[in-house]
T-cell receptor, first 115, second 117 residues
Framework: AQSVTQLDSHVSVSEGTPVLLRCNYS??????LFWYVQHPNKGLQLLLK??????LVKGINGFEAEFKKSETSFHLTKPSAHMSDAAEYFC?????????????FGKGTHLIIQP | DAGVIQSPRHEVTEMGQEVTLRCKPI?????LFWYRQTMMRGLELLIY????????DSGMPEDRFSAKMPNASFSTLKIQPSEPRDSAVYFC???????????????FGAGSRLTVL
């Protein structure tokens, strides 16, 4: 069994300040973890993924996430927010080595960037 | 590759009408998924196919919904008759087969926004 909890439904930050989107997971197996981003009126796009190699994962557009097994967390961060980062972000968990048929999506965090 | 292609991008129809949504997955991807996204329920998996065969349709809301995949490059999601509560964005996504690097990564289409009046 597996689940994922995105701790904030909305996060608002000012342009140029750090971004932190929180995600906790639960899994009976060794997990693979992902962050997807959805810009308005677009499909979901893979931002980054953790698959048991390095615990600090770098993604596109300056985002990164750190896998912390002891805390069962996979928080997404970015040092400096840009207006173009305004979007919906989804944390996703699956069994390591499994296929896309086993993905569990979080409910999403809406990131708002204030000018 | 052009990615996952969905059509139509927008559909407005009246209650009771038949709606057909179409999807062309990425060539070489063996899995195809249909998701529905609403404000109330978020992202829901409706059905997925492996090698054109439906594997799990437990997410299909009711018999008014049906999906087919007649070949590796085409799938349809049909709603007949449509109802206002079916209004949502419907996404198609595809992925590679198990055992391949990146098999658990989904590539999504841009979605079909359905409005049923």
């Amino acid at each position: 069994a597996q689940s994922v909890t995105q701790l904030d439904s909305h996060v608002s930050v000012s342009e140029g300040t750090p971004v932190l989107l929180r995600c906790n997971y639960s899994s009976s197996y060794s997990p693979s973890l992902f962050w997807y981003v959805q810009h308005p009126n677009k499909g979901l796009q893979l931002l980054l993924k953790y698959t048991s190699a390095a615990t600090l994962v770098k993604g596109i557009n300056g985002f990164e996430a750190e896998f912390k097994k002891s805390e069962t967390s996979f928080h997404l961060t970015k040092p400096s927010a840009h207006m173009s980062d305004a979007a919906e972000y989804f944390c996703v968990v699956t069994r390591s080595g499994g296929g896309a048929d086993g993905l569990t999506f979080g409910k999403g965090t809406h990131l708002i960037i204030q000018p | 590759d052009a990615g996952v292609i969905q059509s139509p991008r927008h559909e407005v129809t009246e209650m009771g009408q038949e709606v057909t949504l179409r999807c062309k997955p990425i060539s070489g991807h063996d899995y195809l998924f249909w998701y529905r996204q609403t404000m109330m329920r978020g992202l829901e998996l409706l059905i997925y196919f492996n090698n054109n065969v439906p594997i799990d349709d437990s997410g299909m809301p009711e018999d008014r919904f049906s999906a087919k995949m007649p070949n590796a490059s085409f799938s349809t999601l049909k709603i007949q008759p449509s109802e206002p509560r079916d209004s949502a964005v419907y996404f198609c996504a595809s992925s590679m087969d198990r055992g391949q690097s990146g098999a658990n990564v989904l590539t999504f289409g841009a979605g079909s926004r359905l409005t049923v009046l």
